[in-house]
């Protein structure tokens, strides 16, 4: 409700199974980057590989991962397509996202924003603020002219309409957005800021082979909906709010949203 409120609309989530290709390779995350290996990513076994990838799109991919182009250097590394090809549980919903601008790229330019809300899958340990399978918030802006003032104040106002306007943000890296920002928001149950939430530019080693204009930019961020959960509603594990475990009464004792149309 808050997406549409704020003029987005949403992307299709509907396949959790994607290649390499749109998952990383797309978004300009090099091959070796090690949440690529097994060690952070489920890889599936049958069927292992994509059977089909837009090729013109994948060859200006690799030239902007071996060598660069637009000006920038690229990672210079022979990239291979074998890699590209493998499927995988999405990590992220950039991912579709990847997919939404290279279609948009593709027709006369005009800006979008779009927003997702669905599962994702990690291959890590489960403790207190993390799960193997997740939901995840992403939000993007694509139109010209865009600054990180623009982002930051879209970010201001989407998490003050979650209830969260204690607000930081952090330098951070990220292979496809520069710059990047880690937001944190104040957990009043912990008494100390809890990371919410990842966010930055787009690169143009993203965007331009992609076929987007040049003076086009795009700002996203995605977050999981459960850690926003825990702030507001005080918990202070994620097994107590996903999982096998979850205490029903929760449910039980907050007013239902009632969404008029």
């Known amino acids: 409700m808050i997406f549409l409120q704020m003029g987005f609309e949403e992307m299709p989530t509907n396949n959790y199974v994607e290649s390499s290709f749109w998952n990383?390779?797309?978004?300009?995350?090099?091959?070796?980057?090690?949440?690529r290996d097994s060690h952070d990513t489920f890889f599936l076994r049958d069927p292992s590989t994509t059977k089909t990838l837009p090729e013109d799109y994948v060859e200006r991919v690799k030239q902007i991962h071996e060598s660069g182009g637009h000006g920038s250097r690229g990672y210079g590394y022979d990239w291979k397509r074998e890699e590209a090809n493998k499927n995988l549980l999405r990590t992220h919903t950039t991912a579709v996202s990847s997919r939404?601008?290279?279609?948009?790229?593709k027709k006369p330019f005009e800006a979008k924003r779009y927003y997702?809300?669905?599962?994702?899958?990690?291959?890590?340990?489960?403790?207190?603020?993390?799960?193997?399978?997740?939901?995840?918030?992403?939000?993007?802006?694509?139109?010209?002219?865009l600054s990180l003032g623009d982002l930051q104040?879209?970010?201001?106002?989407?998490f003050s309409r979650l209830g969260m306007s204690k607000l930081r943000f952090k330098p951070a890296y990220n292979p496809y957005t520069e710059p990047s920002m880690e937001i944190f928001g104040y957990h009043e149950g912990l008494k100390k800021w809890v990371e919410v939430g990842n966010s930055g530019m787009f690169r143009p080693e993203m965007l331009l082979?992609?076929?987007?204009?040049?003076?086009?930019t795009v700002i996203a961020w995605g977050l999981s909906?459960?850690?926003?959960?825990?702030?507001?509603?005080?918990?202070?594990?994620?097994?107590?709010?996903?999982?096998?475990?979850?205490?029903?009464?929760?449910?039980?004792?907050?007013?239902?949203?009632?969404?008029?149309?």
Request: proline share 6%.
């Open 24 to 35: 990383f390779d797309a978004l300009f995350q090099p091959q070796q980057h090690p949440a």
């Open 100 to 105: 939404m601008l290279y279609a948009l790229a």
């Open 116 to 145: 997702s809300i669905d599962r994702v899958f990690r291959n890590e340990a489960v403790d207190r603020t993390h799960l193997a399978e997740f939901h995840q918030i992403e939000g993007l802006i694509c139109d010209r002219g």
């Open 153 to 158: 104040g879209v970010l201001h106002d989407f």
């Open 209 to 216: 082979p992609m076929g987007l204009p040049e003076d086009v």
């Open 225 to 261: 909906l459960e850690r926003p959960t825990m702030i507001l509603y005080g918990i202070d594990n994620i097994r107590d709010l996903f999982g096998h475990k979850v205490d029903l009464s929760l449910i039980k004792s907050n007013p239902i949203c009632r969404i008029g149309l």
